[in-house]
């Protein structure tokens, strides 16, 4: 396999630099073969520093701004440890750029379009950079690497689905698990609460009927006191009664 096909598996694709494909007059052309040979060294930023200068002689320099945004996803892996998406960013953004010149060979803006699809590639972006090796591969149709990479971005695309719809079902399921733990939990609340109306209902039926027997002792009583009462009236109006009428016996029959 080819360095470009073995880069995308590692997700560190090695950038396309050419000291011999532009020609541009001095000294724009020298500063930019200087900061060729810098970055085969790896020495990144002297070799960045170099395209920057050459731009200052000639803004217009394709190779220059080409070989920048190399350089820039280049500084992105670095370190071996963690991708600088930073950086990644800004090559994604000077190969934008690049990709609009329409004015530029068919060989120049596949290579863009290859390049800007491996930055997209790096940050996952699959669906974006399967549309950039199409480009590459319409432009350059003999580029096997852009094939090759629009083969496997194309599976990873397929997964990259696959697992956000397994994301969204388990979302579902949690959310419908947690809708019937919340009703769960509701309805037990409920059904305490019912229970507590349930028992103070019951503890208010208790207490009025130990309260109902006193209530009872207390009127029987006062029915007592007001039937002596009243029996006592009696005795008194029925001595008055004989009184009078042992007058009227002793008095005889009035005739």
């Known amino acids: 396999m080819k360095h470009r096909v073995l880069a995308i598996l590692a997700v560190v694709v090695t950038a396309l630099i050419s000291g011999d494909v532009f020609a541009q007059k001095m000294p724009e ?3 930019v073969r200087k900061g060729n040979r810098q970055y085969e060294r790896k020495d990144y930023d002297s070799s960045i520093d170099n395209y920057s200068r050459a731009l200052r002689h000639d803004p217009t320099s394709f190779e220059a701004k080409f070989n ?5 996803f280049r500084k992105a892996f670095v370190d071996s440890l963690q991708m600088d998406v930073k950086m990644l960013e800004k090559a994604e953004k000077s190969l934008r ?17 290859y390049n800007l699809g491996n ?25 096997k690497e852009a094939k090759y990479n629009y083969a496997l971005t194309k599976e990873m695309l397929k997964q990259q689905q ?24 509701q309805q037990d609340k409920q059904d305490q609460q019912d229970k507590e109306d349930k028992q103070e209902q019951q503890d208010k039926e208790d207490k009025q ?21 009243i029996q006592a009236q009696e005795d008194k ?8 009428q042992g007058v009227v016996i002793r008095g005889g029959k009035n005739w």
């Open 237 to 244: 109006t029925q001595e008055k009664l004989k009184e009078k």
């Open 29 to 31: 052309r020298r500063l």
């Open 97 to 113: 750029k690049l990709a609009q010149d329409s004015t530029r060979t068919d060989i120049e803006r596949a290579d863009v379009a």
């Open 209 to 229: 009927n130990q309260q109902q027997p006193n209530e009872q002792q207390i009127s029987e009583q006062e029915q007592q006191a007001m039937l002596e009462a």
């Open 68 to 72: 920048t945004a190399n350089v820039q």
């Open 119 to 143: 930055s997209l590639f790096a940050q996952q972006k699959f669906k974006e950079a399967l549309t950039c090796y199409r480009d590459a591969m319409r432009l350059n149709p003999e580029d």
């Open 162 to 185: 696959q697992q956000q719809q397994q994301q969204e079902q388990n979302q579902d399921q949690n959310q419908d698990n947690q809708d019937k733990q919340d009703q769960e939990n």
